[in-house]
């Protein structure tokens, strides 16, 4: 086919594949166990499964509503107010997403504009920033401290200002597994009071935490709730991450915005699947028992590794763990995630990628949703080294 020839314009010229399809390519390639992208090792549960397909061949096949079926909205409507207190109405403060990414894609489009300024803290997942790029508006990068990636909100502070529009906010955080605490909430709450900034809560793994400790959801803080959109994810909670959906929370003026925008990306998502999730949400129990299903599989997995060359600390939250290698190698860390699946059959993540400045600190990111089987496996070939 003959090529175009007029000059192409890219709007995001920095960007590349993803690390994480990179990553899972290589994997692919030379036969390794993948331990770099986050998604879970195992089936989902079987009811689920069944509930999706009764629902297809009740005819639930066409178009949902565009924020999402109203049985659905309000299931979630109920447990947000079971687990944290805060009440959502299902009508104006709902919207079922296709997925997380959509979600936060979304309401940085609908509520961010050109030359505003957002605020994201770093190590970051890799779909904001582009996010940002996209609305026109300036990125104003924060980095947690290295040693347990923990915000200095004094320094936080020097970086708001009359122009920050929105403040990204991820906890339990992906790539390092730390998880706010509630006085780093309360800081939050403190530093946006009497402001006209946006908090977007990027809250995927909320059920995923460990050592007894709580989520600290946004809208458990009405001071903070009334100008917070908060993302979840079915595919975290449910080993679906397939199926690609999610939902957004959010006061009733800011949803408005969000679905503005929103009726235009997507308009809606998977109706059999909405209304599967609208009748397993009734089973409690299968994310009440998650954080306790994840923390055993989080210490298996560390376990493998005492007495290695490598270093950790336990991860809070999410289901990755990172692992230190500077006794073992002084590369950077892209070419030491390389070799490792080249040579040794482990695929991770590099954790600089997760840096605007890709800043190495010989730290990769390994996923533990896994089978044990396959965690044994991998930590064999790893402790070798």
């Excluded at 509503?65 to 207190?85: C, D, F, H, Q, S």
């Excluded at 999730?277 to 590794?305: C, I, P, S, T, V």
Aim: glycine fraction near 4%; charge should be negative.
């Amino acid at each position: 086919m003959p090529s175009y020839k007029s000059s192409i314009y890219s709007k995001l010229p920095a960007v590349n594949t993803s690390i994480f399809s990179v990553m899972s390519a290589l994997s692919a390639e030379h036969g390794a166990i993948n331990l770099s992208q986050g998604f879970p090792g195992f089936d989902c549960d079987d009811q689920l499964k069944e509930l999706v397909n009764k629902a297809m061949q009740a005819g639930n096949n066409q178009y949902a509503p565009m924020p999402g079926l109203m049985v659905l909205r309000e299931a979630i409507a109920e447990k947000t107010a079971n687990l944290y207190g805060a009440e959502y109405d299902p009508e104006t403060e709902v919207t079922i997403t296709a997925g997380a990414t959509q979600a936060i894609y979304t309401a940085i489009s609908a509520l961010v504009k050109e030359g505003e300024e957002v605020i994201v803290i770093e190590p970051a997942y890799d779909c904001y920033l582009p996010a940002i790029e996209l609305a026109g508006a300036k990125p104003v990068f924060f980095q947690l401290q290295q040693d347990d990636f923990s915000i200095n909100w004094t320094e936080f502070l020097k970086i708001v200002n009359p122009r920050t529009r929105m403040i990204i906010i991820n906890s339990p955080h992906n790539p390092s597994g730390a998880v706010l605490s509630e006085n780093d909430i309360r800081q939050l709450e403190k530093l946006t009071k009497n402001t006209e900034i946006i908090i977007l809560s990027d809250e995927v793994y909320e059920h995923i935490i460990f050592d007894g400790q709580s989520h600290f959801s946004m809208c458990r803080f009405p001071a903070l709730a009334e100008r917070s959109l908060i993302v979840s994810s079915f595919g975290k909670t449910y080993h679906t991450t397939g199926w690609k959906m999610g939902y957004c929370l959010g006061p009733a003026n800011l949803m408005k915005e969000f679905r503005k925008v929103h009726q235009f990306v997507v308009f809606s998502v998977n109706t059999p699947v909405q209304v599967a999730y609208a009748e397993f949400l009734k089973k409690k129990e299968a994310y009440e028992q998650l954080a306790a299903f994840y923390q055993q599989k989080r210490d298996f997995f560390n376990r493998l590794f005492e007495g290695s060359r490598f270093t950790l600390k336990p991860a809070a939250g999410t289901y990755f763990q990172l692992l230190g290698y500077s006794k073992i190698s002084e590369e950077d860390d892209v070419n030491f995630a390389r070799r490792l699946t080249i040579e040794h059959g482990v695929a991770s993540i590099p954790v600089s990628v997760f840096y605007h400045k890709k800043r190495d600190s010989r730290l990769l990111r390994f996923c533990f949703a896994k089978n044990e089987d396959e965690l044994e496996r991998a930590a064999e070939k790893l402790i070798k080294l």
